[in-house]
Antibody
């Protein structure tokens, strides 16, 4: 069974930093790209970052570019999101999600972590 | 950037009803459109990929259609477990994804 277990959320002051973790099990970790998706309170989903299995491709949404850094440790089956210079508008539930090529070529986020709440407030 | 918009933002329906949710893209995305279901306090669940293909394990009362810029998610014969929020996602610019704002389906 594919599982993604998240940790690291919490309350942080504006301008502060936080690191989220996502530990995977049940699949060949380094064969899959992974995403971070967030959801502000009462709002829709916002994709914020992607990292390929080999770490050769990394992308960010404009809203977090230059402040957030995605990384992965394939030996530890772990995905990370380092969040710096946090703002109130970064307050959200953060999800990690596996990027699957369904039927060999059709992208979809087929497995998700449970989500962690990040609150940026003084 | 490709913008996605859903309508309605919310709707009320009864058990057994047929409901349709619409998602529009700001430019032609061919059939690069997924639908997700999200229940309160839970992560989203992939329902439909490539506009019309049902993800494994998803009941056949769910269906998707459309291409280009206009897409629909239809749920036939609503069941109690279907009351949730539904999100569309464009995958045309994969992996730089964009989601719609969500449609909340409530019990009438």
């Amino acid at each position: 069974e594919v599982q993604l277990a998240q940790s690291g959320g919490g309350l942080v002051q504006p301008g502060g930093s936080l690191r989220l973790s996502c530990v995977a099990s049940g699949f060949n970790f380094n064969s899959f790209g992974l995403n971070w998706v967030r959801q502000a309170p009462g709002k829709g989903l916002e994709w914020i970052s992607y990292i390929s299995g080999s770490r050769s491709a990394i992308f960010y949404a404009d809203s977090v570019k230059g402040r957030f850094t995605v990384s992965r440790d394939n030996a530890q089956n772990s995905l990370y999101l380092q969040m710096d210079t946090l703002r109130a508008e970064d307050t959200a539930i953060y999800y990690c999600a596996r990027d699957e090529l369904i039927a060999g070529s059709l992208p979809g986020l087929d497995s998700w972590g449970q989500g962690v709440l990040v609150t940026v407030s003084s | 950037d490709i913008q996605m918009s859903q309508s309605p933002s919310s709707l009320s329906a009864s058990i057994g009803d047929r409901v349709t949710i619409t998602c529009r893209a700001s430019q032609n995305i061919i059939n690069s459109l997924n639908w997700y279901q999200q229940k309160p306090g839970k992560a989203p669940r992939l329902l439909i990929f490539a506009a019309s293909r049902l993800q494994a394990g998803v009941p056949s009362r769910f269906s998707g259609s459309g291409s280009g810029t206009a897409f629909t998610l239809t749920i036939n014969s609503l069941q109690p477990e279907d009351f949730a929020t539904y999100h569309c996602q464009q995958t045309y610019t994969t992996p730089l994804y964009t989601f719609g704002q969500g449609t909340k389906l409530e019990i009438k």
